[in-house]
């Protein structure tokens, strides 16, 4: 199952590049004809791809950024689903579940709806793009939030109900680990930074709220975090064999992995 996640991650990354660079090239354009020096008019030219801002390439524009956008909504789907299918395919108790495809699917979209909340409320503030980014946008936003937000909490419910359903000891003892075990802290962190300050976007006021929703927002990337570190370590450190038991703290290097990533994002 492994060589799927490249594949998945190759293609993911293609039509993100894709979608990104398309939505640039008007931009592109603009730097090309801003250029002072010959250099790089020349960088600009080639990646603006000759550009005029004409109807017909507005139309072309228009049609092409379109249809990147219809393959990356399935895109999403299928491939957090498949990632998901690397996890379930395995034995690894809390692992192998068939709620996992959309549980995934749903907490992506949770987690990516947070961050773009994020990043809208700090644009619109420090660009002074209130006019453009209105009151009304942020409400659609944190609605969508609140939605995904509660599907993932069914997952979060279905998980545990399928656990015991499934009258398997050692599922039913993965839960009970992670209610009350060595990471416990894991789980109930998730759940609260999850769902607790969400509950919030159920009022008007506090969805039209831009500092309140920056901080709900926050919340759920700090708990979806801790939902992955939940979903790796609590049911790693303790599989199927005894002899593989054992408690995992971060090292300087993972910890410096994590944050590196954080930059590279930036």
Request: proline letters at 3%.
């Amino acid at each position: 199952p492994l060589e799927w996640d490249i594949w998945a991650v190759l293609t993911y990354l293609i039509v993100s590049i894709l979608f990104w660079y398309i939505g640039i090239v008007p931009d592109l354009a603009t730097v090309r004809d801003r250029a002072k020096k010959r250099g790089w008019q020349v960088f600009f030219g080639i990646f603006a791809l000759g550009w005029r801002g004409s109807a017909r390439h507005w139309a072309v524009w228009n049609k092409t950024y379109r249809t990147i956008a219809a393959i990356a909504v399935p895109l999403v789907i299928s491939v957090h689903s498949e990632v998901s299918l690397l996890f379930a395919a395995g034995q690894i108790p809390g692992w192998h579940s068939t709620i996992f495809p959309p549980y995934f699917v749903l907490g992506a979209a949770f987690s990516g709806f947070a961050v773009v909340a994020m990043i809208a409320i700090v644009m619109r503030h420090t660009f002074q793009l209130k006019d453009i980014v209105t009151q009304r946008h942020l409400d659609v936003l944190a609605k969508v939030l609140l939605a995904m937000g509660l599907m993932t909490a069914y997952g979060y419910f279905f998980e545990i109900f399928d656990a015991f359903y499934s009258g398997e000891l050692r599922e039913i003892a993965t839960v009970h680990d992670r209610f009350f075990g060595y990471y416990a802290w894991s789980y109930w962190g998730a759940i609260f930074c999850n769902f607790v300050p969400l509950q919030g976007l159920w009022f008007d006021w506090v969805r039209r709220n831009p500092i309140l929703l920056f901080l709900i927002s926050t919340s759920v990337v700090v708990g979806m975090w801790l939902e992955r570190y939940m979903l790796i370590v609590a049911s790693l450190y303790k599989a199927l064999m005894p002899y593989s038991f054992g408690y995992y703290n971060g090292s300087f290097w993972d910890w410096s992995t994590y944050i590196g990533m954080l930059g590279l994002f930036m």
